[in-house]
């Protein structure tokens, strides 16, 4: 299974199960989150869903054997008309965590890069191994933030931070996230899910319905603008993976990454 879905006193735990590509999403794994989210958000015995990690990672970001996959099909023109990276998967994927109406959490247990650190935005509370670190490449890759993140990133970092961070490509640590408001708490790797359940069952115990119309106005004033960046950002992607410069530029990661 490449999702691990555990509920137990209000709480749904949904883990990234596939530790031999660093929790890497593919199709599948998007719309498997998707379908958890869904269920979770509809159900009244679940009051606050958890996302975590298996293994030594939070997620590698989109699998990139699927990306250069779904890039040769597009040159072949045979894609159905999707043009983001991850085909059909991550727009569902996101529709379903911007849309999830009830606390989300995030217990981030390794690496997180692409979107295992453009999801972080979105959640609720993240806490975050004292071990793990976070990239977003994609300016490396030849194309431009995802999930929102050309807004999230700075609103949450700061414009110089979320600068620097989008532009380079670099890496960030545990203690960083947290001083930048990435994330809330760090705590040792051992703790890290005790810590998070301790936390999510405490908000668990509130009443539901406060807990949703608090959510709901905590992200009135956001979700337009989110939607907004999405399209941009998709559009974006879309231009500049047509390009042949940034195909070269995407074409070498990949091959970096998977030597």
């Known amino acids: 299974m490449n999702l691990g879905v555990a509920d137990d006193d209000g709480v ?37 869903a958890v996302i975590t ?24 023109g045979s894609t159905d008309g999707e043009s983001d990276g991850a085909g059909h998967g991550f727009p569902a ?53 995802e ?18 961070l989008l532009y380079t490509g670099s890496w960030i640590d545990a203690e960083e996230a947290v ?16 810590e998070t359940l301790a936390v999510a069952r405490e908000i668990a115990a509130m009443p539901l319905e406060s807990l949703v119309a608090t959510k709901r106005l905590v992200q009135a004033g956001q979700d337009d603008a989110l939607r907004a960046a999405r399209a941009r950002e998709d559009a974006e992607f879309a231009r500049l993976t047509g390009a042949a410069a940034n195909r070269e530029a995407l074409a070498a990661f990949l091959g970096r990454e998977g030597a």
């Open 12 to 48: 749904r735990v949904v883990t990234l199960n596939r530790p031999d590509v660093l929790n890497a999403f593919d199709t599948p794994l998007y719309l498997a989150v998707a379908d958890a989210l869904t269920e979770a958000a509809e159900r009244d015995d679940i009051s606050v």
């Open 53 to 76: 990690g298996a293994g030594r990672a939070f997620s590698a970001g989109q699998d990139l054997a699927e990306m250069a996959t779904l890039r040769a099909a597009a040159d072949a």
């Open 93 to 145: 994927f996101l529709d379903a965590v911007m849309a999830f109406p009830k606390p989300l959490l995030a217990a981030v247990n390794g690496i997180g890069i692409g979107v295992g650190l453009t999801l972080l935005p979105h959640c609720d509370l993240v806490l975050i191994s004292d071990t793990a670190r976070l990239r977003g490449p994609f300016v490396p890759l030849g194309v431009v933030p």
């Open 147 to 164: 999930a929102a993140s050309s807004v999230t990133l700075p609103a949450v970092m700061g414009g110089q931070r979320a600068a620097h």
């Open 179 to 194: 001083g930048c408001g990435l994330a809330w708490r760090s705590c040792t790797p051992e703790r890290l899910l005790d």
